[in-house]
Each structure stands twice: as C-alpha cells, then as structure tokens.
C-alpha cells in the first residue's frame, strides 16, 4: 500500500513534466531528435542546427547547455532560443 502511494504521489507531483517531455528531448538531444516528431514552428531550425558541424560538436564539448544555448542560437535561430528559454525557465 505504501509503495502505491508513492506511485501515485509521483504521479501527481510529475504531471507537469511529462506534458513537457518533447520540449526536454529538444533542450537535451537537439543534433539527434526525429525532426518529425517537432512542432513544424520548429523544424527548419532544427534541421538547419543538426546539419551545422561546427555547432553539434560544440554541443556535445559543452557541459553547460544552457550557456551553449545563450551563447551561440543566435538570431539565426529565433524560433528554437525561444523554445530553449521556455524550457529553462520550466527547468529553474
């Protein structure tokens, strides 16, 4: 019984973020996502990113996301800094 609790606790305490889980897989995998699977706002920015080689291999050199995130999305990519600033805020 105890145990169920805590399921159920966690459940209601993680709602939240599963109604987040795409939005996360975009801030945590954005070079190896299915593109498809995106919002269409978001997916030639996207495509864009994943096919630029010098910014993935900064990505996966950076241990800090978020300073990645700030630092080189650019104007380049308006769509995706605002979808990354939503996350963060959701994240702090």
């Keep these: 019984m105890y145990i169920q609790d805590l399921i159920n606790e ?6 939240e973020f599963m109604k ?9 995998s954005p ?5 498809s699977t ?3 706002s978001l997916q030639i920015e996207i495509i864009d990113l994943q096919c630029n080689k010098d910014l993935k291999n900064l990505f996966l050199q950076s241990k800090n996301k978020i300073k990645f995130y700030g630092k080189y999305l650019l104007k380049k990519y308006p769509m995706l800094r605002k979808h990354m600033a939503q996350v963060i805020a959701i994240l702090w």
């Design 10 to 15: 966690f459940e209601v305490r993680f709602f």
């Design 20 to 28: 987040y889980e795409k939005s996360f897989e975009i801030f945590s």
């Design 31 to 35: 070079f190896t996502m299915d593109v």
């Design 38 to 40: 995106v919002d269409d």
